[in-house]
């Protein structure tokens, strides 16, 4: 499911988000609930990182 999550979220700019859940057959809601949980997944903004920042 995140795979679809991430790609509605990388295509939300050109369509709207109602429109690729539907074609994705994924519910409004479970987007928007993998969305409210990027920050906890990626502290420091919700950024889509895979690993956290090297030290210098």
């Avoid at 700019?13 to 809601?29: E, H, P, Q, Y």
């Avoid at 993998?34 to 997944?41: L, S, V």
Wanted: glycine content about 8%; overall charge positive; some cysteine.
């Amino acid at each position: 499911m995140s795979a679809i999550c991430r790609f509605i979220h990388a295509e939300k700019a050109n369509f709207t988000i109602a429109l690729l859940c539907r074609v994705m057959k994924t519910a409004r809601s479970t987007y928007y609930a993998w969305d409210a949980g990027r920050e906890a997944r990626w502290p420091g903004g919700g950024a889509m990182r895979p690993w956290p920042k090297r030290s210098p």
